[in-house]
């Protein structure tokens, strides 16, 4: 069945980084622009970046341009996102999916940025 597993989260400080990675099964992996989703505390899920099924084509949230990277590997059908000089307001539990949320959600992985 279908898998999404994301990891990589933890607690940082203002300015530090972080890589998230996802793992997926379950499906034609190559076939899907995949996406990162965040869900802050009392807020709803919002879209972070996504990427094309080849990787040359991304897309990110205005807030995080310049400070995300979204890339995946096809060939192990996981996508990632390398965070730099993260904020307080990137504390959110994030997520990958389709672009289109398609398959069922992950656990998500836990980022709090201390300031």
């Known amino acids: 069945q279908v898998q999404l597993v994301e990891s990589g989260g933890g607690l940082v400080q203002t300015g530090e980084s972080l890589i998230l990675s996802c793992t997926t099964s379950?499906?034609?992996?190559?076939?899907?622009?995949m996406a990162w989703f965040r869900q802050a505390p009392g807020k709803e899920r919002e879209f972070v970046a996504s990427i094309g099924w080849r990787g040359y084509s991304t897309r990110y949230e205005d807030s995080v341009k310049g400070r995300f990277t979204i890339s995946r590997d096809n060939a192990k059908n996981m996508v990632y996102l390398q965070m730099n000089s993260l904020k307080p307001e990137d504390t959110a539990v994030y997520y990958c999916?389709?672009?289109?949320?398609?398959?069922?959600w992950g656990q998500g992985t836990q980022v709090t940025v201390s300031s």
């Open positions: 379950g499906f034609t992996f190559s076939n899907y622009y």
């Open positions: 999916n389709t672009q289109g949320g398609a398959m069922p």
